[in-house]
Structures are given as structure tokens and as C-alpha cells.
């Protein structure tokens, strides 16, 4: 994933916001998480095709699984745990579905592969079945690691049909190769790809580097660390990015969804702060909108909006957690400050590895202890 080696759990419950202040109950609300399958092998993201009722489930050990009417079916959907490296920061990180999978059948993949580099793959399946062509796999973009951590990992196709990818910076600790900031370099950026226009992909004409020589054209965001999940509001036409922070922040980033271009400061800046001795300079970078220390928590689990029917009070909330506290934490983002930031009491969740959306727009949490989550209203 993103982090470090299982560390002992400190749950932190209770009301709280993220600067560690009180915060007024939302009226009408309350949330639970449900459990609704167990038993994965380090589960790391839940997603679903449109329209399509199941839930597919990535293992970090290279297997997607599907979870149909309540249960696991036996048959992974697909396997590929002899292509990667598992373990750590690596594996089978994310699966992203094409819009039109229901009428092509195609879907992406991003993994570490034997030598702990990035790929990212598409496969075929028959739309509807239970098990994929394991054999269909097509080549769509790899690049280099030169360490084994910060291999960010998300794959998300945006309202704007585009596949996004998440890189982080190469790994190591304070971006030694100083990619976050390279714009001739992939890592610590967030990459968007045309895959319909050309195989293996095209490059937008509208990223804001296309065409500019020295300067990768498929960058769309720049000067992160570790994006492990980002997240579109497809409402608000909004980009979430949680980026993993260093030694002392962890931060939130809210972005327009139609406008590439900004920089995210990492490595000039952990979060808010400057990095490093000396001071930086912030002009021209984008700064999180929220953030908590590692007196917190130890790194970020971004989430999503909700944007489902099961809870309306929360409508609107952008939901994460933290990989060592196991707390769940949301925020409203009004368009110029966070509003009703709290922390929800829904007990002891252990180490959240990921979040995840179904087809509906319901919300799902997984953890290491191999368990899905679903968000629903409090009894």
C-alpha cells in the first residue's frame, strides 16, 4: 500500500473535528459500518462496473474477487499473483472498469510487477460473467520504481470518461530523485490517459503539459508523495486527493475535476508546512484544505464523497480514515472552507487500508483484517 509494518491499533472515537476540537452533532445523522463479507486476503478496493449489482474486490496478493447477492463467489475474477510483487507497499493495488464495460467488456489494472515496477494492464472479460480472460492482458503504460514504497496505486476513470492514475514519488523518504516536482518524470504526479482514442493510450490535447517539450504530456496534477486514493465527486465536478504526508502531515487536496495543472508542493512542502530546512517558496502551489498531525495518526486513507441513498444526511461528505488509528472522519466542502468536520463513533475498525464505491454510490470500507464494510444509517 502505502505505509509502513503493521503497527499496534489505537482506536481514537468520539466527536471530534481535525484539529482535535469538539464538533456539534449533524442533525438527523448517524452512521454505522455493516459488515457484508469477510475473509479476503488483504483486501485493498472495492469497486463495481455501472449499472452492475456486484461488488469486486482487489487482494493485494493479485486476485479480484466478487462479492453477488451476499456472498464470495469461489472463482476469483482474476489472478495475476504470478505477475507481481506482494507484500509492503506492493501487489495488485486497484481495478478500474471502462464506462462502457457493460458493452465491451474492458477493464484496467495496476500492479507491482516481479521486479517491483508499476504496470498498468487492461483485460477483457464478457460483461456478466464471473471470470475474465486472464490471457486478454494488453500492455497500457509501465513505469520504473526505484524504490519499493510510494507506488501510489489507484486507477479511476473520471466524469470526463478519461482513465487517471496515481503515482507516487519513487519512494525512498523526502523524494531523494526529487520527482514530486519533475514534470519530465511520471512519479509523484496524477497522470490522465485517453484510452479510446489510441492503443495503448492517447494524450488529451487539454492536459495542461501536452505538447510542451521536456514536460510529460500525460501528467495532470504534480508535486504529490503518495496519492494511495484520490476521488471524484462527479456532482460537485470536484478531484479528492489525500497525499500521504512524511513525518508529520497528512493532508486532504479538493480540486476542480475539469482543470488539471496545479501542484501539490511536495517535495517544497509536507501538507501546509515547508519541508526541510530553509524555507520554501509557495506561490504557484496548491495548498490541502485539511490536515492532521501524526500525533493523529500515521498516514492518510482517503476516501469519497457519498453521494448514495442509504444515508441522505451525510450526502455530501467527504469520508477517510487513518491506516494506524482506524478512526472514520468526514468533512463538507462548501466550495471555499470545510464545514461539519467530525469524527464518527462506529467502534474499532483496525487498519483501513481503502475505501470504495458500488454502482449505486454506496460507500465501503476495507481492512487488513480481511473484511468489507458498508456505510449505513445508525439503528
Known amino acids: 500500500m502505502k505505509r509502513i509494518a503493521p503497527l499496534l491499533l489505537v482506536m481514537a472515537c468520539g466527536g ?19 459488515e457484508v463479507a ?3 486476503e488483504q483486501p485493498l478496493y ?19 474477487r466478487v462479492v453477488q447477492n451476499g456472498a464470495v463467489v469461489q472463482a476469483p475474477f482474476l489472478d495475476v499473483s504470478a505477475k507481481i510483487s506482494s507484500g509492503g507497499e506492493q501487489g495488485l493495488l486497484s481495478v478500474a472498469f471502462h464506462p462502457s464495460y457493460a458493452s465491451n467488456g474492458f477493464f484496467y489494472v495496476y500492479y507491482t510487477d516481479r521486479a517491483g515496477d508499476t504496470r498498468v494492464e487492461r483485460y477483457h472479460a464478457a460483461p456478466g460473467a ?6 486478454s492482458a494488453q500492455l497500457v503504460l509501465a513505469v520504473a520504481q526505484p524504490y519499493a514504497n510510494h507506488n501510489g496505486g489507484l486507477l479511476m476513470f473520471g466524469p470526463d470518461g478519461k482513465l487517471y492514475v496515481g503515482l507516487g514519488d519513487g519512494g525512498s523518504g523526502g523524494d531523494p530523485h526529487g520527482n514530486g516536482q519533475n514534470p519530465a518524470t511520471l512519479l509523484g504526479k ?3 490517459l485517453d484510452v479510446d482514442a489510441a492503443q495503448p493510450y492517447a494524450i488529451p490535447a487539454d492536459n495542461p503539459f501536452a505538447g510542451q517539450a521536456g514536460k510529460r504530456g500525460e501528467i495532470w496534477v504534480t508535486g504529490l508523495r503518495n496519492p494511495w ?15 500521504v504526508g512524511q513525518n508529520q502531515w497528512e493532508e486532504v487536496n479538493v480540486l476542480p475535476a475539469a482543470t488539471g495543472g496545479q501542484n501539490l508542493g511536495w517535495n517544497l512542502m509536507e501538507s501546509m508546512h515547508c519541508y526541510g530546512a530553509g524555507g520554501c517558496v509557495q506561490q504557484g502551489l496548491t495548498l490541502p484544505v485539511l490536515e492532521y498531525s501524526h500525533d493523529d495518526g500515521c498516514s492518510i486513507t482517503g476516501g469519497f464523497v457519498y453521494r448514495g441513498s442509504a444515508v441522505p444526511a451525510v450526502r455530501g461528505h467527504y469520508f477517510y480514515s487513518d491506516y494506524c488509528r482506524g478512526w472514520l472522519r468526514s468533512f463538507r466542502w462548501t466550495g471555499s472552507a470545510v464545514a461539519d468536520a467530525r469524527q464518527w463513533e462506529v467502534g474499532d475498525l483496525g487498519s483501513v487500508s481503502s475505501f470504495g464505491e458500488d454502482a449505486a454510490r454506496e460507500l465501503y470500507v476495507t481492512t487488513t483484517s480481511g473484511r468489507v464494510l458498508k456505510l449505513a444509517p445508525a439503528q
Do not use: N
Open 16 to 34: 471530534s473535528g481535525p484539529d482535535g476540537t469538539p464538533t456539534p452533532p449533524i442533525t438527523g445523522a448517524g452512521v454505522r459500518l455493516v
Open 38 to 40: 469477510r475473509g479476503f
Open 46 to 64: 472495492v469497486t463495481a462496473p455501472p449499472g452492475d449489482a456486484r461488488l469486486f474486490v482487489v487482494e493485494q496478493v493479485g486476485r479480484i
Open 130 to 135: 464471473s471470470t475474465a480472460d486472464a490471457a
Open 190 to 192: 496524477i497522470l490522465r
Open 229 to 243: 486514493r484520490y476521488a471524484f465527486d462527479r456532482d460537485a465536478g470536484l478531484l479528492y486527493v489525500a497525499d
